[in-house]
T-cell receptor, first 115, second 108 residues
Framework: GAGVSQSPRYKVAKRGQDVALRCDPISGHVSLFWYQQALGQGPEFLTY????????KSGLPSDRFFAERPEGSVSTLKIQRTQQEDSAVYLCASSPPPWQGYGYTFGSGTRLTVV | DAKTTQPTSMDCAEGRAANLPCNHSTISGNEYVYWYRQIHSQGPQYIIHGLKNNETNEMASLIITEDRKSSTLILPHATLRDTAVYYC?????????FGQGTELSVKP
């Protein structure tokens, strides 16, 4: 597609519920990133994939957060047993191989509200 | 990882140049300076990046000091649609680390 697509756009979850957030990167983009953005803050890095390999997950806040990209394209961020502090916008970004440029393209995000 | 410092907020009159400063005094020799902006309810948008030379594209100009310890993003003719949070980022090894950014308000 023309851009990075994220779904759903909005998600309301009851505390303790599991959620799955989807990211469709730009076709051919090998790198994929997930960020968490709390209200009024800058995006915080969560994890990074190069193709299907998860090369950096240092930003995942707890073992309740899990991300995968099994075929090197679509990625899913899963949050188990959601807590109120998980309420945030979750942003996905993709980028082409380094030799094709440096720009990261972000999706519009999924706004998660845990009630 | 290099850290950046930006003013929390700035105002600019419509049609005038907006000059957004950024300090990155601990930048390493192989780290690029990136600028992104985020308009309300959207994901961040790439603007421009540079290593040590000044850069210009259709959106903005980037001026990097000779010692690379600071840079300035210039929007030559700001419009109301340029109202956004602007992030200066020094890129460490493939991931973007965002700070708080500068909230730019362009006023009529």
């Amino acid at each position: 597609g023309a851009g990075v697509s994220q779904s759903p756009r909005y998600k309301v979850a009851k505390r303790g519920q599991d959620v799955a957030l989807r990211c469709d990167p730009i076709s051919g983009h090998v790198s994929l990133f997930w960020y968490q953005q709390a209200l009024g803050q800058g995006p915080e890095f969560l994890t990074y994939f190069q193709n299907e390999a998860q090369l950096d997950k240092s930003g995942l806040p707890s073992d309740r957060f899990f991300a995968e990209r099994p075929e090197g394209s679509v990625s899913t961020l899963k949050i188990q047993r959601t807590q109120q502090e998980d309420s945030a916008v979750y942003l996905c970004a993709s980028s082409p191989p380094p030799w094709q440029g440096y720009g990261y393209t972000f999706g519009s995000g999924t706004r998660l509200t845990v009630v | 990882d290099a850290k950046t410092t930006q003013p929390t907020s700035m105002d600019c009159a419509e049609g005038r140049a907006a000059n957004l400063p950024c300090n990155h005094s601990t930048i390493s020799g192989n780290e690029y300076v990136y600028w992104y902006r985020q308009i309300h309810s959207q994901g961040p948008q790439y603007i421009i990046h540079g290593l040590k030379n000044n850069e210009t594209n259709e959106m903005a100009s980037l001026i990097i000091t000779e010692d690379r310890k600071s840079s300035t993003l210039i929007l030559p003719h700001a419009t109301l649609r340029d109202t956004a949070v602007y992030y200066c980022i020094v890129r460490p090894r493939g991931k973007l680390i965002f700070g708080q950014g500068t909230e730019l308000s362009v006023k009529p």
